[in-house]
């Protein structure tokens, strides 16, 4: 064991930079092209099937329809021959060490190319599906937390893993996936370096392996245990690193934010190198027990000189191979740079990401409706805050939930009575404690420039009658900010919603419901919804979506509740927590007791 450990490990080494290399191109670019593909179709898929969104009522009747299928087909056909070019890149690779020379990036992507086409050329379609399997085997860690991680697969996850006739099914489908995998394994070496068509193929690796396999089954388990034990630590680190820097420069609720927002990225780069190490270490593996059982110059193509260049390509071929190579690295970088700025389209696709507003700001740490409540909201990371807004007497648009104040600062008038002189000497804030003491109602305009690009702000409306001009000036203020994208209009009163529309089609409006009834959602006034959570139904979702429009649930402040609602696949939860919010809908452990020690350690 000891002796293959070394030679597998020296089989890699002596091309590692350049097989890192290409393989990381090769994932980003046929990766980000699949996902952006896969945004396209099924996007197709569901406008073929008659919806717009895809939850958990319509998951299986939008995805049996013809267009899905043929979609899925083309996914699977072209997910498959990007995975048999990084395997024949890989054996490219290794062939060049069994000469104990190095490949240029050329040569690996010539050899690898080359390869997949001659495999095509044979009619070795059973390959193309056999590397599709292969790599389910060789990253079925990574692909389970993988799923476990993605909407709406992670929900069906975890029903099959709730139940056991669930997990029975992923035992015998990882038994399914060993019982092809073990007769198999040598199956890519003995076509694409002994060029034989598969069935031959197959029955050479059947008896290379004969009476062996349990050994070189052993040793692939144990590689890939080193493998994972690497990435446990690797993600031990640098999730450690990022609480430290949490710790080190961020305070309280900010700090954990922070840290829950990084979390997720940190596993992903993980899972990345992690898939990326495993199936070259694997193959490697593979590469040395092939020279074992086949002997030493097996891997050696017969095609390929004992010298000359690498692997007999000809200078020709190797900048073919690199220009193919340089173009794929090109269109992943136009594909991330797309990812960026316009997202996946995936996701769009799917249950549409749950957001977190902040109910009048973070109210439980600051005074509702101020400047500190929209702090407060911005350190916990909250996508909008919520605040309400109507006017004085003298026509100064002011922040506050209450038609009477005093509830607030103690004095018995009706704010609409009041003066914003006679506003402005309120203290809101003694109330909460003496640290907000003097605290004021802000204006509106104050609201503005204080969230400008920092956080969202979902404003309402408050019922103040028919004659007043609340919907038009509050309109164009938000327009003359130049704030439309940072702000959404919400209101009791569908006649507000109408007037504002008047004023721009492009400020988004959201209707507050304490229930839901009759066919309200047709109205193209609305872009959106606010409904009370013990009347939201996925069918009620459902409905919403197919007419495009969002649901934003309140007021949600049970852990409960919040994953029910993210379940339900609401667009946006209205809470007074927003950083219990963010744990339960990112699925993330807060880490706090550990962030209290990193700071007593650090500091």
Known sequence: ??????????????????????????????????????????????????????????????????????????????????????????????????????????????????????????????????????????????????????????????????????????????????????????????????????????????????????????????????????????????????????????????????????????????????STIATAVDFGGLTVMYGRFAGKDAVRSTAVPASGPVLGLSERGRRRGLAILAAGVALSGLLTADLIWNGSGLEAALLADTEITAHRGSSRRAPENTLPALEAAIEEMADFCEIDVQTTSDGVIVVCHDLNVKRVSGVNRRLGKMTWDEVQKLDVGSFMGQEFAGVGIPALEEMLEAARGRIRLNIELKNIGDETDLPERTAAMILDCGMQEQCVITSVKLSYLERVKNVSQDLKTGYILPAAYGNYYDNPALDFISIRSSFVTPRLVERLHERGKGVHVWTVNQSSEMEQMHLMGVDNIITDAPARAREVIYGEDTAAGLMEYLRLVLR
Not at 22 to 49: D, N, P, Q, V
Not at 104 to 127: P, V
């Open 1 to 274: 064991m000891k002796g293959f450990f070394r030679e597998t490990f020296h089989t890699i080494r002596l091309n590692l930079l350049r097989l890192a290399a290409f393989s990381i191109c090769w994932r980003l670019a046929a990766g980000l092209g699949l996902w952006k593909l896969t945004g396209l179709l099924l996007r197709f898929s569901l406008r073929s099937a008659g919806y717009s969104y895809l939850t958990m009522s319509n998951l299986f009747p939008a995805l049996v329809n013809p267009a899905a299928v043929l979609s899925a087909i083309l996914l699977v056909v072209l997910l498959a021959a990007a995975m048999t070019v990084e395997l024949a890149a890989l054996i490219t690779i290794y062939q060049a060490a069994s000469y104990s020379r190095k490949a240029g990036l050329g040569a690996i992507a010539a050899g690898a190319f080359f390869k997949t086409w001659e495999q095509m050329g044979r009619r070795n379609w059973r390959l193309f599906l056999l590397a599709l399997a292969s790599y389910l085997m060789m990253n079925c860690y990574v692909l389970l937390r993988v799923f476990t991680r993605i909407r709406p697969i992670n929900f069906v996850m975890e029903e099959l893993l709730n139940i056991a006739a669930g997990r029975l099914f992923l035992v015998l489908l990882v038994a399914g996936l060993a019982l092809v995998g073990v007769p198999t394994m040598m199956v890519f070496f003995t076509c694409m370096v002994e060029q034989k068509n598969f069935r031959d193929g197959l029955r050479r690796s059947r008896s290379l392996i004969k009476g062996k396999w349990p050994g070189a089954v052993l040793r692939l388990f144990a590689l890939n245990g080193i493998v994972l034990l690497g990435m446990a630590v690797l993600h031990v680190v640098l999730y450690l690193g990022a609480a430290a820097v949490a710790a080190l420069f961020e305070e309280g609720y900010r700090a954990t934010a922070v840290l829950l927002a990084v979390s997720g990225r940190i596993e992903a780069v993980v899972l990345f190198l992690g």
